[in-house]
């Protein structure tokens, strides 16, 4: 037997949950399970029906684009997985850059149309914008014949 | 943990390559003999960011570590490449 349908059962057995909410839990368990790949799992019901977030591990994206995107015969996909932790490495590094590149990196973000002020941003900021990563989900689909697809999440 | 195997695949139109797992362990060996040459370049980079050397360390070995689970596969109508490394 699955140890977290076990505990589930044990918290029932002592009282400590409702019939309804071990049934919640383990259709929960069982939701988590069948979550196919390429889909992120969310949000699971935890003890009193309160949401548990589950942490995701990976971003994924993937694009499949076709001819007219590409100039390639035929149909191009591009499926890359990159860790998390990856990212918040990769945020990390980003502290390295000396104060003085700042001025100059901001001149040129404005330039490309991102007006951003790297001084400003401290390494926690930037924690959070990878943990809020995790909620991203971006979905494109061509249009009038174009069969290009862009999909960004995380799982 | 530090990445152990980088799995390489190629298909070219002309040819099927066989999956390839490359030992990334491996790579230690030299890593250790140009040892003296990695810290100096920590040195420096932490001279030049005016950080402490150990947060330059931390920094890189985060990123070294963090490499497990990169997949990266891309296809098209005649070619393939894939890129995991493990």
Not at chain 1, 30 to 48: D, H, I, K, L
Request: charged share 20%; aromatic share 6%; proline share 5%.
């Amino acid at each position: 037997m699955n140890e977290n349908r076990r505990q589930i059962l044990e918290m029932l057995a002592a009282g400590n949950i409702s019939a309804d909410q071990a049934e919640r839990l383990i259709a929960a368990l069982g939701t988590e399970r069948t979550t196919p790949v390429g889909e992120y799992a969310g949000s699971t019901a935890g003890p009193n029906g309160a949401t548990v977030k589950t942490r995701a591990k990976y971003l994924r994206v993937l694009v499949e684009a076709d001819e007219s995107m590409t100039g390639n015969k035929g149909q191009t996909t591009v499926n890359v997985r990159v860790p998390m932790q990856l990212l918040r490495a990769g945020v990390r590094l980003a502290s390295l850059i000396p104060a003085q590149a700042h001025q100059q990196l901001d001149d040129a973000l404005s330039r490309h149309g991102v007006p951003l002020t790297l001084s400003q941003i401290k390494p926690e900021n930037l924690e959070e914008l990878v943990d809020h990563l995790e909620d991203l989900t971006v979905d494109v689909n061509g249009s009038e014949g174009n069969k290009t697809k862009v999909r960004v999440f995380c799982e | 943990m530090t990445p152990n195997f980088a799995v390489l695949g190629i298909d070219t139109p002309g040819f099927h390559w066989p999956r390839l797992w490359l030992p990334i362990f491996l790579l230690w060996v030299p890593v250790i003999l140009l040892s003296p040459i990695i810290l100096l370049a920590f040195v420096v980079l932490a001279l030049v960011t005016q950080t402490n050397i150990w947060r330059v360390v931390a920094i890189f070995w985060g990123i070294l570590c963090s490499l497990p689970g990169t997949h990266v596969h891309v296809s098209t109508q005649d070619a393939r490449v894939l890129v995991r490394i493990l």
